[in-house]
Each structure stands twice: as C-alpha cells, then as structure tokens.
C-alpha cells in the first residue's frame, strides 16, 4: 500500500516535498484541515443568506468588473464563468511533473480554511493528485499578480468536466475523466472558482521544481568543478579553510569545505606543482559557487514561505467575523526570487564553461582539445562551442523579468509581477545548467585519463560510475550520444537530502 503524506497545520519544505515525489505518496488531508475548511465553508454561507453589502468576487464580478452586483440565483453560473473565461493559456503544455506540484501547493493552500471552498473541491483536487490525473496547462497567460489565474483555470476546468487532462498517457476531456471514476462534477458555489484561480500556484510549483534542481546542480557544480580542478592539476591552497574564514559568507565556506572533503586523500592534488596560480574559474570556485549557494538559501526561504501561506482573494477570517479583499495573490517576492535565481544558476555555468575551456586549450599537461593525435581529430572542440552557446543564451534568459509590468483588466490591475515568465525563463537556465555541467563531467573525466597518478578515493569512485554510461574518447566520434548519456547520469544521480538542503 503506497504511503501516503498527511496534509495538516505543518509546513512543507523542500525535503518533505522531495520526500513525497521520490516516494509517490499520496495526500490526504487531517481532521483538523477538515474541520477548517468546513467551518470557513458554512461561515461563508451563512454570511451570504444574511449580507446585504456587496462582497468582492463572492457576489459582485471581477477585476474591473467589481462594481457589478451579482444576484444569489446566479452565483454558481458566476463561479463556472469565471473558471471558463480564464482559461486562455498558451505556448507549450506544462511538464506532468510541475502540475503535480501545483496540485500539491493548490490543496496546501486551501487547507487552512480561509478560502471559503467546499470540501468536496479540496477532496477532488486530492483525487486527481492521487490517481495521476493532470489537468493540460499552458505555460503562457499569466502576469503573476491576480494570482496565476489562466494557468490555475485550466488545473480547475475538469473539476467542473471541462478541458483536458493527461491520465495513462493518454489525453481525454474533463467529462470522461470524470465518467471514467464516476465522479460528479464539482458545483462550484460562492467564492470559490475565484479561490481556485487567485494564488501563486503556477509560479510556485515551477520556483519549487526550479529549487529541488538547483539545491542537486549546486552540489553537482562542486563536485565536478572539483573533477576539472584535478584534470587541470590545480592547487588545493585556494579552499584552505583559513582564506574563508576570513571572508566567512556561508556559501563560500560551505564550498571550500566540500572541495577538501572531495580532495581527501587524493595523490593527485599533492604532487608538486610548478606553477603558482591557477585561473580564476578553478581558484574562485568557492567565491563563485558560494554566492550562487546563498542566493539559493534565499530563493528557498522565499518560496517556503509562500508555499505555506494563503494566497487568494478575498481572505475568509471567521473567529475575527471578517471578508477582506486584500493582495495576497500578487507574485512580487516570487518573481524578484525567481529572477535573482536564474541569475544565480547562469553563473553556474559561465564558470564551468570557462574550466572546461580551460580544460581543451592544451595547458598544463593535458594535449590540444584532450585527444590523442590531435588535428586528425578535433576532439573536445566542439562539446567547448555547445557549453559556449548555452551559456551566452542563459545571459539572455537572465534579464530580469520583474523589471516589467503591464497595465490590464481596465486599469484595475495597474502593477503586475510578472512572475511566471520569470518562472519558466528560470527552469530554461537550470535546465541548461545540467547540460553545461554535463559537457564539463565529459570533458574533466576525459582529461583525468592523462594523468599518471590517482585522484581521492571519492572522485576516483565517481569518475569510474560515469564510465560505465560514458567511455574514454580514444578518437572522434559522435558526440552528442555522450553529452546526452552524461545529462542522463547526472538526472539519474540521486544525492542525500542532507548534503543539498
């Protein structure tokens, strides 16, 4: 029987939310998640058979439409309009693997009883998670600030049998997910199709998955920066203790220490040297990963504490008596994290570029492109050029989309985020940073097999389990079959959560 992750008043962070997808749990919710979103529900109602007053999105329209008062005999066909008229995403379909986070974040966010939704909508949203039912999203259509509404229009569509979703690799509509289970569909009642669009759902799942990621690639870039230094015949004196101590920023401490660890008792980095410095992108390892690792910290503070928060509108507090139309929905602290890690990221790998270029340039002891008989084979030139191009493109990526904003809904929303282009710009620069460290995995494992003597324990070990997916390159041959294998290697690598969070 499949474990199951029980949704109450504890926070998520990234190692239980790593926990639950490694594992496939499935979600149920408390009792007392129950009882909150219950009593929020008939707090809601009751205050509807008596209110007088109009109540922002619970009987009035929305966005520039605020002012129109709806009547009770027309807020439920309110409630499906709203979810319909939303629902113009575009672009490409988001991974399988991102909506089922947004799944996730949706019900977290729901289950603290101050959106007003039945518990039939929350239980729902728990089936769909459970049986692997992912409702079609598209990636474009959201200024990240009433919340991610085209995006989280389409995750609802099938709650009500509208839209698509994908279910055993197949593509069916709302209607035959829900006669496939036999399931009623939901009858949305007051407030709640906006509770189901307004919220960071979207750009928080991709912040949650750009995360998980990046935590793995900043451990990775260490240790296969520490490969290249070894293959460059480095100095280990630049990550002696002591310089960072100094200048103690965690990341950059965190960094040198892990170098050494990686290092220990390696005959490699003893010998003696006959130069006195190395360049910047072996000697700065632990300046420019350690920032790169204190942003992340960062960015993961951020999005916990999103992730963990109510974020539609308007806010349902029953002890204090009180609806109140407020602004949680906008995506300003997600969309500034969301930049300054993709910018983060990027940095990752101009410096692995510029150690793998390093690498082929024919220093040290190491031959011309890192293959024997260079000029009838050109070697690692080119795998050099690819990282080149990549890196250049994730400077592009890199501009900030938080910069921006756009006025829309009539005037009424005047300042956005744009976070959720931030968002799926800053999963482009992480996934090119995999295939970046991938190119320099390839390239620093190649020019280890010149050296005469043995690397530690440790890096010894990790180079001969990447042999057994990617072989020496005695000539040329085609590349990109290897640079595929060693992005494949790295996505399979699993790492203890103690060592990335």
Same mark, same amino acid.
């Given at each position: 029987m499949?474990?199951?992750?029980?949704?109450?008043?504890?926070?998520?962070?990234?190692? $239980? $939310?790593?926990?639950?997808?490694?594992?496939?749990?499935?979600?149920?919710?408390s009792?007392?998640?129950?009882e909150?979103?219950?009593?929020?529900?008939?707090?809601l109602?009751d205050?509807?058979?008596?209110?007088?007053?109009?109540?922002?999105?619970?009987?009035? &329209?929305? &966005?520039?439409?605020?002012?129109?008062?709806?009547k009770?005999?027309?807020?439920?066909?309110?409630?499906?309009?709203?979810?319909?008229?939303?629902?113009?995403? !575009?672009?490409?379909?988001?991974?399988?693997?991102?909506?089922?986070?947004?799944?996730?974040?949706?019900?977290q966010?729901?289950?603290?009883g101050? +959106?007003g939704?039945?518990?039939? @909508?929350v239980n729902?949203?728990i089936?769909?998670?459970?049986?692997?039912?992912?409702?079609?999203?598209?990636?474009?259509?959201?200024? *990240?600030?009433?919340?991610?509404?085209?995006?989280?229009?389409?995750?609802?569509?099938?709650?009500?049998?509208?839209?698509?979703?994908?279910?055993?690799?197949?593509?069916?509509?709302?209607?035959?997910?829900?006669?496939?289970?036999n399931?009623?569909?939901?009858?949305?009642?007051?407030k709640e199709?906006?509770?189901?669009?307004n *919220?960071?759902q979207?750009?928080?799942?991709?912040?949650?998955?750009?995360?998980?990621n990046?935590h793995?690639?900043?451990?990775?870039s260490?240790?296969?920066?520490?490969?290249s230094?070894?293959?460059?015949? &480095?100095?280990?004196?630049?990550?002696?203790?002591?310089?960072?101590?100094?200048?103690?920023?965690?990341?950059?401490?965190?960094?040198?220490?892990?170098?050494?660890?990686?290092?220990?008792?390696?005959?490699?980095?003893?010998?003696?040297?006959s130069?006195v410095?190395?360049?910047?992108?072996f000697?700065?390892?632990?300046?420019?990963?350690?920032?790169?690792?204190?942003t992340?910290?960062?960015?993961?503070?951020?999005f916990? @504490?999103?992730?963990?928060s109510?974020?539609?509108?308007?806010n349902?507090?029953?002890?204090e008596?009180?609806?109140i139309? *407020?602004?949680?929905?906008?995506g300003?602290?997600?969309?500034?994290?969301?930049?300054?890690?993709a910018?983060?990221m990027?940095?990752?790998?101009?410096?692995?570029?510029?150690?793998?270029?390093?690498?082929?340039?024919?220093?040290?002891?190491?031959?011309?492109?890192?293959?024997?008989?260079?000029?009838l084979?050109?070697?690692?030139?080119?795998?050099?050029? !690819?990282?080149?191009?990549?890196?250049?493109?994730?400077?592009?990526?890199?501009?900030?989309?938080?910069v921006?904003?756009?006025?829309?809904?009539n &005037?009424q929303?005047?300042?956005? +985020?744009? *976070?959720?282009?931030?968002? @799926?710009?800053?999963?482009?620069?992480?996934?090119?940073?995999?295939?970046?460290?991938?190119?320099?995995?390839? !390239?620093?494992s190649q020019?280890?097999?010149?050296?005469?003597?043995?690397s530690s324990?440790?890096?010894?070990?990790?180079?001969?389990?990447?042999?057994?997916?990617?072989?020496?390159?005695?000539?040329?041959?085609?590349?990109?079959?290897?640079?595929k294998?060693?992005?494949?290697?790295i996505n399979?690598?699993e790492i203890?959560?103690?060592?990335?969070?």
């Amino acid at each position: 029987m499949a474990a199951t992750h029980v949704i109450d008043s504890n926070p998520l962070d990234l190692s $239980i $939310i790593q926990d639950i997808l490694a594992h496939d749990k499935k979600l149920s919710l408390s009792e007392s998640a129950k009882e909150r979103i219950q009593k929020c529900r008939a707090y809601l109602d009751d205050k509807m058979s008596s209110v007088v007053k109009p109540i922002y999105g619970i009987n009035t &329209g929305f &966005g520039a439409l605020y002012n129109v008062e709806i009547k009770g005999e027309n807020l439920q066909k309110l409630q499906e309009n709203l979810v319909m008229s939303h629902a113009c995403g !575009t672009g490409d379909e988001v991974p399988n693997e991102i909506i089922k986070l947004m799944l996730l974040l949706k019900i977290q966010s729901l289950s603290y009883g101050h +959106s007003g939704v039945q518990l039939a @909508t929350v239980n729902r949203l728990i089936d769909f998670y459970n049986n692997n039912i992912f409702p079609v999203i598209y990636e474009q259509g959201s200024l *990240g600030a009433s919340g991610d509404l085209s995006p989280l229009a389409h995750l609802a569509l099938p709650l009500i049998g509208l839209g698509e979703v994908k279910f055993n690799d197949h593509r069916v509509s709302g209607k035959e997910i829900l006669d496939h289970f036999n399931w009623d569909k939901i009858k949305l009642q007051s407030k709640e199709g906006l509770a189901l669009l307004n *919220g960071t759902q979207f750009m928080s799942a991709f912040g949650i998955y750009n995360l998980l990621n990046a935590h793995k690639l900043s451990y990775l870039s260490d240790l296969i920066g520490t490969l290249s230094l070894e293959a460059f015949d &480095g100095r280990i004196e630049p990550f002696n203790e002591l310089v960072h101590l100094v200048r103690p920023h965690n990341g950059q401490v965190k960094t040198a220490k892990r170098v050494r660890q990686f290092l220990e008792d390696s005959h490699l980095i003893n010998q003696e040297k006959s130069h006195v410095q190395d360049p910047y992108s072996f000697r700065c390892i632990p300046q420019v990963h350690g920032a790169t690792k204190d942003t992340i910290k960062f960015v993961t503070k951020t999005f916990l @504490t999103e992730i963990n928060s109510v974020t539609d509108n308007p806010n349902i507090f029953v002890e204090e008596d009180q609806i109140i139309s *407020g602004g949680n929905f906008h995506g300003q602290p997600l969309a500034l994290a969301l930049d300054f890690l993709a910018i983060a990221m990027a940095e990752l790998g101009n410096i692995s570029e510029r150690r793998t270029y390093q690498l082929v340039s024919g220093h040290r002891h190491l031959p011309p492109f890192l293959v024997s008989n260079p000029g009838l084979n050109s070697g690692f030139m080119i795998p050099q050029y !690819t990282a080149a191009s990549i890196v250049s493109q994730n400077k592009q990526y890199a501009t900030p989309s938080s910069v921006d904003s756009i006025e829309s809904s009539n &005037g009424q929303e005047d300042h956005v +985020s744009m *976070g959720a282009n931030g968002a @799926t710009k800053c999963k482009k620069v992480i996934d090119n940073i995999q295939t970046v460290l991938a190119i320099e995995l390839f !390239t620093a494992s190649q020019g280890l097999s010149f050296g005469k003597l043995k690397s530690s324990p440790f890096l010894e070990s990790f180079v001969n389990s990447f042999r057994k997916d990617v072989a020496i390159v005695l000539e040329d041959r085609v590349m990109f079959d290897d640079i595929k294998n060693a992005s494949n290697f790295i996505n399979a690598m699993e790492i203890d959560a103690n060592e990335l969070f």
